[in-house]
């Protein structure tokens, strides 16, 4: 076996452009869905809270288990002519077709309602895990750098942060001009065009992946479960799954926040868009740091920065917009961490299997991984949302002023507690450990071939 230290040729910018375009629907479909989806139906369409959060958590868990599966065949087409992509190209259809029932949905009673909103939700939930862990998988594969890698996150993240602004701006000013009803309709269709076109470009355009070793076959099952047995991935996900849920609860509530508490729902998307923005201009902070302290020690830093920055938001009260869009702007800044940060730890952690004999399992990984993202975002939506409406708030109604300081305390201090736990986890994780021992992250364009 050979020790000489291999050159590695930095992926082209305009290839990884060309794979990030594909995460601008994909942006586009997530946040309406966790952020929009339960005011629409609330507000417009008339479903109690109560009943929003119990469908999106039973949606959630019947979706989610179907994500290391996905994941599992995505490994299996690897190889196939079209590769991982079969997967982009069949579920971007779906994705444009799903969205435009779930936001423009047919005038039905109360009860009818909800079994439509729970349909529309399993077919997108669907149509987004067929591409986006195929689409994760393929980007763990473009690069064996580790720094190269956060590279090639930071650019899929970036480019998702365009579709994120489109999603906070298009929905409100278009329900401002028709209606919310129209409006929404309206943005579901002006996606339909931008996801085929977006996804097709993707596939067309991508850097071809690296030559991988194949999976090792030992079943379906047993592929599925092989990412908990690696020590490092079961130490990532507890990290993540406290920094998820701590991240879910504010993207479910933001709304309500803005609307009952700061009482300035028509400057939603301007914090929306000032958060996120924010998010996308940190994001080379991040690479930067993550190149010279490992990047596990650059996301407990991001880490830190949300909380201090987020945890004032409890103090707010109406009229406090500038004070608002300030946090919006830090915690932003902390935002980039998480986006750039842990899909390319999760990139490095896949390479331990190989190192083992088990081959290449990235879809198996992401499939876990996009589970984990959903129950995240499902327990968000189903505890925030029915404990709000078991402590007396009502959306659009005139809240008492120990209802708002609950709404106020759930959005804006539990997360703080939980990505303060997430934070000590990875104190104690080997991603920030195991760099105190190395003195630092791997040199660009330097490994060595074992």
Known sequence: MSSSPIVQARTSTWRL?????ASIPLAMAALPIYVNVPKFYADVIGVSLTAIGGLLLAARVFDAVQDPLLGYWSDRTRHSKWGRFVWVIAGAPLLAASMLGLFNPPILP???????????????YTAFSMLQISYQAYGAEISDDPVE????????EGFGLIGVFLAAALPQLLSNQYGPREGYAIFAMIFIPFVLVMAALTVWL??????????????????????????RFKSLLLVFVFNGIAA????????FFIEDVIKA????????IAYFAAGAAGMPLWVWLSARIGKGRAWLVGML?????FVWAFMLGAGDVVAFGIICVLSGLGLGADLALPPSILADVIDDDERAGHGRNEGSYFGLWNLVTKMNLALAAGIALPSLALLGYVPQANNSGQSLTYLAAIYALLPC?????AAAALLHSPFVRSVAKTGGAVPFAQRVNP
Do not use: C, D, E
């Open 110 to 124: 109360t009860n009818m309602m909800m079994w439509w909103l729970v349909i529309m939700l399993l077919l997108v």
């Open 417 to 421: 507690v939980l990505k303060a736990i």
């Open 305 to 309: 920065v949300s909380i201090v920055a």
């Open 17 to 21: 452009i060309a794979y990030s375009l």
């Open 149 to 156: 890698r956060t590279r090639v996150v930071s650019f899929r």
């Open 206 to 231: 991508s850097p071809p992946p690296h030559t991988r070793v194949s999976t090792v076959s030992k079943g379906a099952f047993s592929n599925m479960l092989l990412p908990l047995k690696n020590t």
């Open 248 to 255: 879910s609860i504010p993207a479910t509530l933001v709304l």
């Open 265 to 272: 729902p028509a400057q939603a998307a301007v914090f929306l």
